[in-house]
C-alpha cells in the first residue's frame, strides 16, 4: 500500500510538514484557542453542507480518548476520484493544503473558518484522522496518521489506508473523527461549554439546523446538548433581550442581497439605555464591528430620520435626530455572507471590505423602510421614533448640565479628581491606574506603590451601577466623573483611545461578595461606556492574596485553597492569616503581593463573546429579579474561581 502513495504525496506531505513546523501560522496558537480552532474548521464544513441546504443536522460528540467526531447528515464528501489531482475527494481535502473541502469556487464559497485553511491543517495537526462517508447506499472509509519514522523524522497527516468501500448503507453523511495531536498542543482537552457556546451560535445563525454535543468522557455519565432554532437571528435577539423589556414584542427582521452579498438583520428596542449589535460575516463574529455594521447604522439613522419627517415627529426647522438616538436600548445581530473577507483591527475583527458597507446599506435601507412604512408596522415605528425623541431630549439635557459643571468648576478652579494620586512618570505606555475598593486600603495603596508609574483612586463605598442608567446620569457621578477624567479618554460616542493616560486599568476589590459586586459595577461601566478599552486589552483585575501563612520569619501568600494546601502540606506550627479584605494589608504587604509587577497576578479582561457579556450583564445588573435568580442559582459559589467569574463571559486571561 505504501508504494501507492509514495511518488504522488511527496508534494502534499511537504505540505502539511510545513504546518506541522509552524502550526502557529495556520491556527493562530497550540493553546486553548488553537485547539478549539481545529474543531471549528471541521464544524465549518459540515455547516456548509447545510447552508447548501443538503444537511439538517450536525453532531459533534467528544470522546473518552479525547478525539472529536463531527458529522453531519449531507450529501458525503465526493468519493469520485478528482479528476486533475487523480486522487478521491476525500483525499484531496484532507493531504491538499487550502483545498479545504472547496471543490470549486461556486455555491461553497461562504464557509466560516477564521483562517479558512481547512481539513487538511486539521489531518496535519492530529495523531489519526478518520474519514466516514455515507453516500448513494454505500459506505467509504479512509484513515490518516501523523508519526514518528524510524529515522525520527515526523510524518505528518499521511493515509494510512486509501479510501475503502465498506458496505451497503441506508445513512447519508459525512462523519470524521480526528485526535488532537499532544506533541502540538497544549492540552487536547476540549471545553464542553466552549463547545456549547460556539453551537448555540451557529445554530442562532444558521435557521432550522439541529447543533448536537454530546460529551462522553467522563465514566458512566453522558453531558448532551441540543440547539435548534427556527426563528434564527430573530430567536437570538430574543434571547439578548431576556431580561429586558422590549418596546415591541417581536424582533423585526430583514433579509435580502445585493451584490452577490447576502444580508440579514434583526433589531428590537428595549426601554434601557444601552446599545447592543452583534455582527456576524460567514458566521465569524466581528467584534470590533466595521463595514457591514457600519452601513446598517447608516441606513437605520437614515430611514428612521425619514419616517420621523414623514409623519411630523421632526419638523422641517429640526435638526436630524443622531444614529445614536436611534440606536438607544436597540439590540440587533447582523449577519452577512460574502466572499473574499477582509479582516483588519487589533484582533482581526474588524471588516474591512468596502463592498459590505454598500450591501449591507442599500438592503438594510430598502428593507427597513418598507417594514417601517408598512402601515401594519405603524405602532413600532411609532415606538422607535418616540424612544429616539426622548433620547435626543435627555442627551440635549446631559449637554447643558455638562456645561454648566464646566463652568462651575472653572469658577472654584477645583480639580475634579480631587483623590487621584497621579504618578510622576509622563509615559502613558508605561502607567498604571488602580483603582482601589475603599479608602484604607486606598490609603494603603498609596503608600505602597511606585509613585514614578502607578496612580491610586480609591472608591468610596459601592459605585452607582450604571445599568439601566442614562448616560447623563452617569456623568453626575462623583465616583464615575473621577474615573472618567483619570482614565483620559472620554465616554461613549466621545471616546477617543489616543488620549489613554494609563496602558494598564487595574481594578483591585476584595475577595468577597461585596468586591465581586464593585468589581462588577465598574467593568459593567467600562463594557457600557469605553468598550474600546477592553477591547484593546487595557483593563485588568488586580489579584489579591486570600492568604498570609507565616513560619517563623518566613512569610508565604496564597492566592487560591490549591495554593494554601501545596504550601501547607507537610508544614507544621505555622500561623495563617486569612485576608478578609485588601485594608488589612499593610502598605508594604499590598506592594508585594498585589501590585509590584515582579510578583503580582494581574487578570486581563478580554472580549471574545459580545453575546454573552451582554447576557451576563443585562442578566446580573438589570432590574428584573428572577433572571438574575436563575442566573446565580446556576453559578453561584462564590468561591475564588467563581467571583472571577464575574468578570469573566467578559473573559480573562492571565497576564504575568
Ligand atoms: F472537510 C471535512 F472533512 F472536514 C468535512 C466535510 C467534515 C465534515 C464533518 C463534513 C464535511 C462535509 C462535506 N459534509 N458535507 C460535505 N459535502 C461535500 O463535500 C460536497 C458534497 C457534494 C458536492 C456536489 O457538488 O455534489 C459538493 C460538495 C462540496
Known amino acids: 500500500m505504501a508504494g501507492e502513495y509514495s511518488v504522488k504525496d511527496i508534494k502534499v506531505l511537504e505540505g502539511l510538514e510545513a504546518v506541522r513546523a509552524r502550526p502557529g501560522m495556520y491556527i493562530g496558537s497550540t493553546a486553548q484557542r488553537g485547539l478549539h480552532h481545529m474543531l471549528w474548521e471541521i464544524v465549518d464544513n459540515a455547516v456548509d453542507e447545510a447552508m447548501a441546504g443538503f444537511a439538517d443536522t450536525i453532531k459533534v460528540t467528544l470522546n473518552r480518548d479525547n478525539s472529536i467526531t463531527v458529522d453531519d447528515n449531507g450529501r458525503g464528501i465526493p468519493v469520485g476520484i478528482h479528476e486533475k489531482l487523480g486522487i478521491s ?11 479545504g473541502g472547496k471543490f470549486d469556487d461556486g455555491s461553497y464559497a461562504y464557509s466560516g473558518g477564521l483562517h479558512g485553511v481547512g481539513a487538511s491543517v486539521v489531518n496535519a495537526l492530529s495523531r489519526f484522522v478518520i474519514v466516514e462517508v455515507f453516500t448513494n447506499g454505500r459506505e467509504y472509509r479512509q484513515e ?108 423585526i427582521y430583514i433579509s435580502g442581497s445585493s451584490g452577490g452579498i447576502i444580508v440579514e438583520a434583526s433589531m428590537q428596542h428595549c426601554d434601557d439605555y444601552s446599545e447592543c449589535i452583534l455582527s456576524y460575516v460567514n458566521n ?43 440606536r438607544e436600548g436597540l439590540t440587533a445581530v447582523l449577519s452577512i ?24 446599506e442599500i438592503v438594510t435601507q430598502e428593507l427597513l423602510s418598507a ?47 480631587g483623590k487621584l494620586s497621579s504618578c510622576t512618570g509622563r509615559n502613558a505606555e508605561e502607567n498604571e491606574l488602580f483603582i482601589v475598593e475603599g479608602d484604607s486600603a486606598g490609603g494603603s495603596a498609596k503608600q505602597g506603590r511606585d509613585r514614578r508609574f502607578q496612580a491610586i483612586l480609591p472608591l468610596r463605598g459601592k459605585p452607582l451601577n450604571v445599568e439601566k442608567k442614562q448616560i447623563a446620569h452617569v456623568m453626575q457621578n462623583e465616583e464615575f466623573r473621577s474615573i472618567i477624567t483619570a482614565v483620559g479618554t472620554g465616554i461613549g460616542s466621545d471616546f477617543t483611545i489616543g488620549t489613554l493616560k494609563y496602558n494598564k486599568v487595574i481594578i483591585l476589590s476584595d475577595a468577597d461578595q461585596d468586591g465581586a459586586h464593585i468589581r462588577a459595577i465598574l467593568l459593567t461601566f467600562f463594557y457600557r461606556y469605553m468598550r474600546q478599552l477592553i477591547i484593546d486589552g487595557h483593563v485588568y ?51 508585594e503581593t498585589t501590585m509590584n509587577p515582579e510578583n503580582r497576578t494581574l487578570i486581563r479582561v478580554t472580549l471574545d463573546d459580545i453575546a454573552d457579556a451582554e447576557r451576563m450583564i443585562t442578566v446580573l445588573m438589570g432590574d428584573k429579579v428572577p433572571p438574575r435568580r436563575e442566573y446565580i442559582s446556576e453559578h453561584a459559589d462564590f468561591n475564588r474561581e467563581d467571583s472571577f467569574s464575574g468578570r469573566t463571559d467578559i473573559n480573562g486571561g492571565i497576564d504575568g
Open 144 to 251: 490518516f496518521h501523523s508519526y514518528e519514522n524510524s529515522e525520527g523524522k515526523m510524518v505528518s497527516g499521511e493515509p494510512k489506508t486509501p479510501l475503502l468501500e465498506i458496505g451497503r448503507t441506508r445513512k447519508r453523511g459525512t462523519k470524521v473523527t480526528f485526535l488532537p495531536d499532544d506533541r502540538v498542543f497544549e492540552s487536547i482537552v476540549v471545553s464542553f461549554d466552549i463547545v456549547s457556546k460556539r453551537l448555540r451560535e451557529l445554530s442562532y445563525l444558521n435557521r432550522g439546523t439541529k447543533f448536537i454535543v454530546e460529551d462522553n468522557r467522563s465514566r458512566g455519565e453522558t453531558k448532551s446538548k441540543e440547539f435548534l432554532y427556527n426563528g434564527g437571528i430573530c430567536d437570538f435577539v430574543k434571547e439578548l433581550n431576556i431580561g429586558k423589556t422590549p418596546l415591541y414584542p417581536e424582533p
Open 89 to 99: 475527494g476525500v483525499e484531496v481535502v484532507y493531504t491538499k493544503l487550502h483545498a
Open 284 to 326: 465569524i463574529p466581528t467584534t470590533e464591528g466595521g463595514t457591514h455594521e457600519t452601513g446598517f447604522k447608516t441606513a437605520i439613522t437614515k430611514v428612521l430620520n425619514d419616517y420621523c419627517r414623514r409623519v411630523g415627529v421632526l419638523k422641517a426647522k429640526d435638526n436630524s435626530l443622531s444614529g445614536d438616538d436611534f
Open 337 to 360: 455572507r460574502m466572499k473574499n473577507v477582509q479582516f483588519e483591527g487589533q484582533t482581526k475583527t474588524r471588516l474591512g471590505n468596502t463592498e459590505a458597507k454598500m450591501a449591507v
Open 371 to 417: 417594514y417601517i412604512e408598512d402601515l401594519k408596522n405603524a405602532d413600532v415605528a411609532n415606538c422607535i421614533a418616540d424612544k429616539a425623541i426622548k433620547a435626543a431630549k435627555a442627551k440635549e439635557a446631559a449637554r447643558k448640565a455638562k456645561n454648566l459643571a464646566r463652568e462651575k468648576s472653572k469658577l472654584e478652579n477645583a480639580p475634579l479628581v
Open 541 to 591: 483585575i488586580g489579584m489579591p492574596p486570600l492568604y498570609k501563612v507565616q513560619k517563623g520569619s518566613e512569610i508565604r501568600y496564597a492566592y487560591s485553597d490549591a495554593e494554601l494546601s501545596s504550601i501547607t502540606k507537610g508544614m507544621k506550627g505555622y500561623t495563617l492569616q486569612r485576608y478578609k479584605g485588601l485594608g488589612e494589608m499593610n502598605p508594604s504587604q499590598l506592594w
